[in-house]
């Protein structure tokens, strides 16, 4: 899979220059009780210039949407599952390109200039960052270096690597598929058949806490075990109650 490096020549294809010289991206969050991380994640993403921040809330209890509000986000209301809710966003953006974005994973500095750089190469369909996760271990670094070499060699980004593509790409899959798990899984394997998808070697960093509550080797085993059901054919609705009583 080819990888953005910061040696790659410039782009050859400029972007639509719809508002002054540059693309828009709306930056599309789903959330549901997400208080104590959409505050720090919403910070990368509205302080940047022709961007747009949409919080698709599913029905939190919590300060979720009123944070997210005062952060200056938009906030619509979709129904609950992060694929409907995206699906909700992207309906609900004017940019020239979605970004999706998990609401406890911080983008990098400089993210809006990498996704436009990546988007204008020939023949891109979708991209995405390198995954970091926000603790440092051994056992977490091992993690990381299996997502880098699973993109590098399948080019199998997954949601909370910040997915981003044109609008038009997006259209043309038909958005998430209507699944209660596995959705970004099965939008990038459509994506992957109308162009390449390039994971930028800057950094998204995603919260430790899946790990800290479940444990390292628990939740790494168990979200294996999940992805090779997904890919035996085992129905999703399924997978999804195995995930939630984990």
């Known amino acids: 899979m080819g990888q953005a490096s910061p040696s790659d020549p410039p782009p050859?294809?400029?972007l639509s220059?719809?508002?002054h010289g540059q693309s828009r991206i709306s930056v599309i969050i789903p959330t549901?009780?997400?208080e104590a991380g959409i505050a720090a994640c919403l910070a990368r993403v509205v302080s940047t210039s022709e961007v747009e921040a949409i919080v698709a809330d599913g029905g939190s209890?919590?300060?979720t949407v009123k944070i997210a509000r005062q952060a200056g986000a938009k906030v619509i209301t979709a129904p609950k599952g992060r694929a409907p809710q995206m699906n909700a966003g992207a309906e609900a953006s004017t940019g020239d390109i979605l970004l999706f974005l998990h609401a406890d994973t911080l983008l990098p500095r400089g993210w809006e200039a990498e996704v436009r750089r990546i988007l204008a190469r020939p023949?891109?369909?979708a991209g995405a960052f390198s995954f970091r996760v926000s603790r440092r271990?051994?056992?977490?670094?091992?993690i990381e270096l299996a997502v880098a070499w699973r993109c590098r060699l399948a080019s199998m980004p997954y949601g909370d690597q910040g997915l981003f593509m044109r609008q038009q790409e997006f259209k043309a899959v038909g958005g998430f598929p209507a699944l209660p798990i596995m959705e970004d899984c099965e939008i990038v394997r459509r994506l992957k058949k109308r162009g390449r998808i390039i994971v930028s070697p800057a950094p998204a960093i995603t919260s430790a806490r899946r790990w800290r509550r479940r444990g390292i080797l628990y939740t790494t085993a168990?979200?294996?075990l999940v992805v090779v059901a997904f890919y035996l054919g085992y129905p999703p609705s399924l997978l999804r109650r195995l995930y939630d009583r984990s």
């Open 137 to 142: 271990s051994a056992g977490l670094r091992f």
């Open 17 to 19: 220059r719809k508002r």
């Open 123 to 125: 023949g891109v369909a």
């Open 222 to 224: 168990f979200n294996s």
């Open 61 to 63: 209890h919590d300060a």
């Open 12 to 14: 050859l294809l400029d």
């Open 32 to 34: 549901l009780n997400e």
